[in-house]
């Protein structure tokens, strides 16, 4: 079936540790996103990206990096410069242009 | 810049009512998208209804219709003969549509809705 993996489902951090959390889709999608969502808040953009070897950042990029090395991958590292990094992270894929966003099913990044 | 604002945190419906949620949002572009995506208690975001704003007539899928008032800039969802399984976060969210800046969504903060048998 098409359509957008995350993992892991849960995810545990020790302070000052970066971790990674992997994005894939099958879509054939160009471009692909990172959102942040915390508790009674909505979603914002951490990067995207609409190409391979190409990405840029969204309004909260900073404690974050990432990768596009192919067109179905896409991901994110939380570095231990992200000062609040315990949230729930949606990765989102769509074709250029005027398109519907297809979501993955999100990590849980919690730091212990 | 855009912004999206939902003025209602949380709202109640009883089965089989009809419920509206509120969504304005805030930009000086003249063209772009309106959407309305539903998050149930699995977290999985799912698409529930778009507005092109260059279209004058309200969207509809089924239960689920808009008004749009785009003097106004006023998006609210209409869900009409709830369903327990309508229960979820509701997010409106906007779009421009950019060549080089790709198709970012801007999210207002929620609606949790909350359907009661």
């Known amino acids: 079936d098409g359509g957008i993996t995350q993992s892991p489902k849960y995810l545990f951090r020790k302070e000052g540790q970066n971790v990674t959390l992997s994005c894939e889709q099958n879509?054939?999608?160009?471009?692909m996103y990172w959102y942040r969502q915390d508790p009674g808040q909505g979603l914002r953009l951490i990067y995207y990206?609409?190409?391979?070897?190409?990405?840029q950042k969204g309004d909260i990029a900073e404690g974050y990096s990432v990768s596009r090395e192919k067109k179905e991958s896409f991901p994110l590292t939380v570095t231990s410069a992200q000062k609040n990094p315990t949230a729930f992270y949606l990765c989102?894929?769509?074709?250029?242009?005027?398109?519907?966003?297809?979501f993955g099913q999100g990590t849980r990044l919690t730091v212990v | 810049a855009q912004t999206v604002t939902q003025s209602q945190p949380e709202m109640s419906v009883q089965e089989a009512e009809t419920v509206t949620l509120s969504c304005t949002y805030d930009?000086?572009?003249?063209?772009?998208?309106l959407f309305w995506y539903k998050q149930p208690p699995s977290r999985q975001m799912i698409l529930v209804i778009r507005?092109?704003?260059?279209?004058?007539q309200n969207a509809t899928e089924n239960r689920f219709s808009v008004n749009f008032q785009k003097a106004a800039k006023s998006f609210s969802l209409k869900i009409s003969d709830s369903q327990l399984g309508d229960t979820a976060m509701y997010f409106c969210?906007?779009?421009?549509?950019?060549?080089?800046?790709?198709?970012?969504?801007?999210f207002g903060g929620g609606t949790r809705l909350m359907v009661k048998p």
């Open positions: 989102a894929s769509s074709r250029l242009l005027n398109t519907e966003a297809f």
């Open positions: 879509l054939n999608h160009d471009a």
């Open positions: 990206s609409q190409i391979v070897n190409d990405f």
């Open positions: 930009t000086s572009e003249s063209n772009y998208y």
């Open positions: 507005q092109e704003a260059y279209k004058q």
């Open positions: 969210a906007f779009m421009t549509p950019h060549n080089n800046a790709g198709n970012m969504l801007t």
